[in-house]
Nanobody, 124 residues
Framework: QVQLVESGGGLVQTGGSLRLSCAFS????????MGWFRQAPGKEREFVGA????????AYADSVKGRFTISRGNAQNTVYLQMNSLKPEDTAVYYC?????????????????WGQGTQVTVSS
């Protein structure tokens, strides 16, 4: 059974940093591309970033490019999202997901299972 467990969320001031982690279990982690999405209250879920099976293929939303970095540790079965220069508009529940294949699409329907999410709140 596939399981995704996000952690690392919390409350941070504008300009601060957080590092989210997503622990993957139940399948062979290195076989899947991984993604991060977020959903703010009253808004639709939106793409944040994704990474292919290795660390060489990444994609980011324009709103986070240059501030967020996604990486993965295949030995640890974990994907990370380093978030720097956080803004109040980054406040949301952040979700981890995965998909088969080589692509790193931005549409949520391209992805399969989802974690339970971790709350990130950025105060102004």
């Amino acid at each position: 059974q596939v399981q995704l467990v996000e952690s690392g969320g919390g409350l941070v001031q504008t300009g601060g940093s957080l590092r989210l982690s997503c622990a993957f279990s139940g399948r062979t982690f290195s076989s899947y591309a991984m993604g991060w999405f977020r959903q703010a209250p009253g808004k639709e879920r939106e793409f944040v970033g994704a990474i292919g099976r290795s660390n060489g293929n990444t994609a980011y939303a324009d709103s986070v490019k240059g501030r967020f970095t996604i990486s993965r540790g295949n030995a640890q079965n974990t994907v990370y999202l380093q978030m720097n220069s956080l803004k109040p508009e980054d406040t949301a529940v952040y979700y981890c997901t995965f998909r088969e294949g080589l692509r790193v699409p931005r549409q949520d329907y391209e992805y399969a299972y989802w974690g339970q999410g971790t709350q990130v709140t950025v105060s102004s």
